[in-house]
C-alpha cells in the first residue's frame, strides 16, 4: 500500500489516495481529537473502520457522495476507505464484462426482462475478482496504527457485501444497499451471513428490483437484521436515513 | 371527559384514569421541567401529544407495555393517551364481533387461509366505531391547558391509524404496526394518506400476513413513509427500533 497523496480537508479530516498494486483507493481518517496535544502524550486511541463499499460509477465519479459519507463518519469516529471495482475508473476493462454489460443496456433499452444469464456474467464475475481485493485491502489499512478493529462494511453492489459478510471473519457488522441486480447464487450466500445486517431499500426507485430485495433480506441468516425503505427515488435517500445507518454503526462497531 | 384516578410515577410522569362517557381511557403526561417552580412563574408549556393506538388486548392486559411507551413518550417531552376498544376491556359485546371472532379462531385453529368476508367482519365495524370515538376523546385531550399540538398517532390496528390518517387533520404523524388482518377496502384509504408514517413490521412474526404488509405500505400515499422491518417475532420489537419510532416522532412534533 503506497500514499500518493495526502490532504488535510477543512473539517480536520485527513485524506489520502493510495494505491495496492495496481488498485487505486482512498482512506479518510478522522480529525485528531481537540483535546489531545500535537507532540505529546499518548498516541490517539486506533479508529475502527467501515469500508466503504464499492461504488459501481467509479471512484471519481462516486467521489462527492465517498467523501460525504466519509465526513459523516468521520465525525463519529470512524476511519473510512474504498477502493475502485475491477474494470471501473481507470483499471483495465475484460471482455467478458463489456459483454454483459452491453447486454444489460440492450435489454434494458428493449424494455426486455434482463435474463438470469444477463445478471449472472455481470456479477458473479465482479463478486469473484473483487472480493478478494477488499481482503488484501484490508489487511493493508489493518497494518497502519491509526486504525485499529472492529471493522463494517457499507455501500452498494450488494453481492460484494454479502460474499464480503460470509468470507472475511474480520467484518462484524453490514449496512447494505438494496437495489443492484443480485444474482441466484448469492440467497444460498445471504443464507451462511449471520453478522447484524441493515439494509437501505429505496421502494420507489424503478430501476430497482423491489421483490429481489425483499427476497434477499428474507434470505439473510443473520439473527440481527432490520430493512430501511424509504422514499425518495434511487439516489434520494433521506437524512434520516443516513442518520439511522450511522447509528447502527456506533451500536456495533463502539 | 371525567378523570377517576391520579397517580405520581416515581419517574415523574402523571397517570390519570378517565371515563370519556362509557369509554374507559388513560393519560400520561410528563414530569414537569426541573427548573420550574412549582408555585410561580409561567404555566408549562402545552406538551405534544402521542395518541397510542388501541390496544387489541384491552387496556388492562396491555397495560405494562401502554405504561413503557408513555414513560418513554414523556422523557422525550410527550403527553399520551388512550381509549379502549369497542367490544374490549369492559365495554359491552355486540354479537356481530364474537362472530366474527369465532369464525376467525375457527379458521386459525384448523390452519385455513383467513378469508376476506372473516376479516371485513371482524375489522370494518371495529374501524367505524373506533374511529368517532378516537376523534371525541382528541377533542377532550386538546382541550386541556396542560396538552396542545401536534398531535401524533402510534399503534395497533393498522386499519384504525389509516382511517384515523385520511379522516384526522389534527393527526401530523403516524407510526403504525403492521401485522393486524387488513381488509380490501382499507388499501383504499391508504392511498389517500398523506401525512408522515413510519411503519413497523417485526419480518419474523409467523401470525402476520407480510405480504399485506408490504402492499399496504405501497399503497400508502405519503411523500415521506418509512418502512423498518425487524426480527424478533411478535412482541420481540427490538430496543433500537423503538429508539427510531421515537425519533420519528420528536422530527415531525417538535
Given amino acids: 500500500m503506497q500514499f500518493t497523496s495526502e490532504e488535510r480537508l477543512d473539517d480536520g479530516v485527513l485524506e489520502r489516495e493510495f494505491t495496492l498494486g495496481e488498485i487505486p483507493g482512498i482512506l479518510w481518517t478522522p480529525a485528531p481529537a481537540p483535546t489531545s496535544a500535537p507532540t505529546s502524550g499518548p498516541a490517539p486511541a486506533p ?10 460509477l467509479g471512484l471519481r465519479r462516486a467521489y462527492p457522495r465517498l467523501l460525504a459519507r466519509a465526513r459523516r463518519s468521520a465525525a463519529d469516529g470512524f476511519a473510512t476507505a474504498t477502493i475502485e471495482l475491477p474494470g471501473r475508473g481507470d483499471r483495465p476493462r475484460w471482455p467478458a464484462a463489456e459483454q454483459a454489460l452491453a ?12 435474463g438470469d444469464e444477463i445478471i449472472d456474467a455481470l456479477i458473479l464475475p465482479l463478486v469473484d475478482k473483487a472480493v478478494p481485493e477488499w481482503q488484501a485491502a484490508l489487511d493493508a489499512l489493518l497494518s497502519l496504527p491509526e486504525i485499529g478493529g472492529p471493522v463494517g462494511y457499507s455501500g452498494g453492489v450488494i453481492s460484494i457485501g454479502t460474499r464480503l459478510a460470509v468470507v472475511e471473519p474480520r467484518i462484524s457488522a453490514a449496512v447494505l ?16 451471513v449471520t453478522i447484524p445486517l441493515h439494509v437501505l431499500l429505496q421502494w420507489d426507485d424503478e430501476g430497482n428490483d423491489r421483490q429481489a430485495a425483499l427476497d434477499l433480506f428474507d434470505a439473510f441468516g443473520s439473527k440481527e437484521k432490520t430493512l430501511h425503505a424509504n422514499m425518495g427515488g434511487h439516489t434520494g435517500v433521506p437524512q434520516f436515513a443516513g ?8 451500536r456495533h462497531l463502539k
Avoid at 47 to 56: E, V
Avoid at 180 to 192: G, K, L, N, Y
Avoid at 243 to 250: E, L, P, Q
Wanted: glycine content about 6%; proline content about 13%.
Fill in 47 to 56: 479508529a475502527p473502520l467501515i469500508l466503504l463499499g464499492p461504488p459501481p
Fill in 103 to 114: 447486454d444489460l443496456r440492450r435489454a434494458m433499452e428493449a424494455g426486455e426482462p434482463v
Fill in 177 to 192: 444497499f438494496a437495489g443492484s441486480f443480485v444474482p441466484r447464487a448469492m440467497f444460498e450466500e445471504a443464507r451462511q
Fill in 243 to 250: 442518520d439511522a445507518a450511522a447509528r447502527f454503526f456506533i
